[in-house]
């Protein structure tokens, strides 16, 4: 029996697999240091847990309307309104299974079958398999490494056809960390309303900004924008909260109904117990958030600090979430007992064979010469894999 042509298509997560693949050697008694971690190595804040007890103790274990519960969809609506200066009705919010989750939503709210979605890359490499689900066609645009890894308004010219339905912004971005301007976010407002386009705007990472930068949501500017735009959101980055699985959109209302009938067949409803921990986590204490975000700040200036002291590597400095992108291009051609470094999958696989570090290569979000590093880890394992990767690359 054949699977699906749909299925088949679809590659499984890279980034995911070198987290598992280090989680094994560690269990062995292997000492691995894992750069690959997409999630806060934080506990989730006391309060947060805390309302999650007393939703059990109190029985709310049952169904919740498919799309969320009134109360949390007003808390975001609040959320929204005080901190990004939108303003949105319940009935334009979907409560989902994680970010990920809002996201496939989307792409199956809106896409027909061979209409085309703009992804700029580096992307996160989930975005294209996305699409493919949703039975549309990704349409990768490199950005150039001398724009901060940024699209421009001619990239994306180049880039749109009469099929194209959609382009994603993600901003603090995965893998990059790089955050667009204001400028240039208005550029690409104007691109997507001269074109008719919707905006997929990816904006977990939000919170997660560092050297007085502020977060600015695309759909914000004006009214034609702001209907056209899909605001992509949730609790796993900001609050450390990845395995509660609570993402959430906000949506022009039509589309928001269609993403909650879909959903309604789906999954049913978001799991009501996280459903009360994010609405603590929201309108909550948020010196967590600024605590967190504090310490990764600090844990960025190290690793750009040491990263950029080695002669071989070249970064550059990320101004949100936490990974650090290392383009390969000068140590690419190298050897190491033997064995050539011909692209980034070469270099991850020695390095965790040799000397126990786990990194992410890039391939997977467009750019086969880089790869990612993520800061979501203790400064001690920082300390001691940066250790290990300067002692590797010095002997290439």
Known sequence: MKLSNKVMDITPSSTLAVTAKAKQMKAEG???????????????????????????????????????????KKAICDKFKNENGLEYMPSQIVISNGAKHSLTNAFMAILNPGEEVIIPAPFWLSYPQMVKLADGVPVIVYA??????KVTIEDLEKAVTD??????INSPSNP???????????????FAVKHDIYVISDEIYEKLIYDGIKHVSIASFNEEIYKRTIVINGVSKSYSMTGWRIGYLAAPE?????????????????????????????????????????E???????????????????IIKPQGA?????????????????????????????????????VVSCTDFGFS??????????????KKGLDRIENFVNKL
């Open 30 to 72: 292997i000492d691995v240091v894992g750069f690959g971690a997409g999630e806060p190595d934080f506990d989730t804040p006391e309060h947060i847990k805390q309302a999650a007890i007393k939703a059990i103790e109190e029985g709310f274990t049952k169904y919740t309307p498919a799309a969320g519960t009134v109360e949390l």
């Open 144 to 149: 150039k490494k001398e724009n901060n890894f």
């Open 163 to 168: 099929k194209t339905k959609a382009l994603v």
């Open 176 to 190: 990059t960390g790089v955050v667009y301007t204001e400028e240039e976010l208005r550029a690409i407002a104007d």
């Open 254 to 294: 039509d589309v928001a109904k269609a993403i909650s009938n879909v959903q309604s067949h789906a999954t049913s409803n978001p799991n009501s117990i996280a459903q009360k921990a994010t609405l603590a986590a929201l309108t909550g204490p948020q010196d967590c958030v600024e605590e967190m975000r504090k």
């Open 296 to 314: 990764f700040e600090a844990r960025r200036n190290y690793m750009v600090e040491r990263l950029s002291k080695i002669p071989s590597f070249s």
């Open 322 to 358: 936490f990974y650090v992108v290392i383009d390969l291009s000068n140590i690419l051609g190298k050897e190491f007992e033997g064995r050539v470094i011909e692209t980034a999958d070469d270099f991850s696989e020695i390095l965790l064979e040799k000397d126990s570090v786990a």
């Open 369 to 382: 010469n880089c790869i990612r590093l993520s800061y979501a880890i203790s400064l001690e394992s920082i």
